[in-house]
């Protein structure tokens, strides 16, 4: 996934400066398999497949809408017109949110935080 984000970025964003977003929910439990929780989470219902058009609706955050620019098992990325957005399953089911946000417009810290505390309620 790392080194198609980094095509990505030189494909869709050459130049550009990214505000990165990294949390993570570790080891975490809660109603069902991590991933299934994930995608519940995010608003999917189906199975997504790499060049679906998709929207995520992650409670608390405005629509999300975009190309699933990259989907293996534990691995989730979707690309729209102002970021790659990255989840991914690790060890002991640790959800990772890794996004790259190409706009001034977004307060790093206060973007970290909104997705820790979505997660932390997601799994809590």
Do not use: C
Request: aromatic share 12%; glycine share 14%.
């Amino acid at each position: 996934m790392y080194l198609h984000t980094l095509d990505q970025y030189l494909t869709h964003f050459p130049g550009q400066f990214a505000l990165v977003i990294f949390t993570a929910r570790p080891q975490v439990g809660g109603s069902g398999p991590a991933w299934s929780v994930l995608h519940q989470g995010l608003g999917l219902t189906g199975e997504v497949v790499q060049g679906d058009r998709v929207r995520l609706t992650p409670e608390g955050f405005d629509p999300i809408e975009g190309v699933a620019d990259y989907v293996v098992p534990g691995f989730l990325g979707v690309r729209t017109g102002n970021g790659l957005y990255r989840f991914i399953q690790g060890v002991n089911d640790t959800i990772v949110v890794g996004h790259h946000i190409f706009s001034n417009e977004v307060d790093p810290r206060k973007a970290e935080q909104a997705w820790q505390d979505w997660l932390t309620k997601l799994f809590g």
